[in-house]
């Protein structure tokens, strides 16, 4: 089965400062690549995604990058802000359809004002 | 839209006794929905994906007479804990797919503790 594995396990950043979190998966089937923000104790939120048509997606200060020759994907977060710490999952599935997603640990961001 | 409801959102309850917990899709049709289980501080442990008018399947190591699922709509699904104990204390958040979209919504997930 797929093996998403992610880092860092947490990081700390300047108020301001980017930060960039990185995802490798095992199963080059994968194609659809979704990034979750979970504040604790709420759920988790999708902010963004990727599927293997494409190599990079940017929403405002959000953007993720995808190698699929090398098997990772990126999330940064550019211009960072208070309210942007939480926990941060990638996942990687073989998708459309019914086929579950397959989570990374988890990266706890903490930003410094 | 993409709004899953979960209920309830916390529920206390004494070993032995059984908890059924639901799961809807407020504005569009799933008919795959999957439920996971979250320790403090861990990531999201699937364990199982549950499909409209069929059994669901479980992932390795859930016993699936202890963890009822149920799809009986487009827009519904049930976990029911069997004869809970203190260990199946737990945050347990479901998610929906969107067919349309192609995405997963997840609810804002329960709270389970059990005395």
């Known amino acids: 089965g797929e093996n998403v594995e992610q880092h860092p396990s947490t990081l700390s950043v300047q108020e301001g400062d980017s930060a960039v979190i990185k995802c490798t998966y095992s199963?080059?089937?994968?194609?659809?690549f979704p990034w979750y923000k979970q504040e604790l104790g709420k759920r988790p939120q999708l902010i963004i995604d990727i599927r293997s048509n494409v190599g990079e997606k940017k929403d405002q200060r959000i953007a993720v990058t995808l190698n699929k020759t090398a098997k990772h994907f990126s999330l940064h977060i550019t211009e960072t802000q208070p309210e942007d710490s939480a926990v941060y999952f990638c996942a990687a599935s073989i998708g459309p359809g019914a086929n579950n997603l397959f989570f990374g640990t988890g990266t706890r961001l903490t930003v410094i004002p | 839209g993409a709004v899953v409801s979960q209920h309830p959102s916390w529920v206390i309850c004494k070993s032995g006794t059984s908890v059924k917990i639901e799961c809807r899709s407020l504005d569009f049709q799933a008919t795959t929905m999957f439920w996971y289980r979250q320790f403090p501080k861990q990531s999201l442990m699937l364990m199982a994906t549950?499909?409209?008018?069929?059994?669901?399947?479980?992932e390795q190591g859930v016993e699936k007479d202890k963890f009822l699922i149920n799809h009986a709509s487009l827009t519904l699904s049930t976990l029911t804990v069997t004869s809970a104990h203190p260990e199946d204390s737990s945050f347990y958040i479901c998610s929906a797919r969107n067919p349309v979209a192609s995405k997963e919504y997840f609810g804002p997930g329960t709270r389970l503790t059990v005395l």
């Open positions: 549950s499909n409209e008018g069929s059994k669901a399947t479980y």
């Open positions: 199963d080059s089937a994968s194609n659809y």
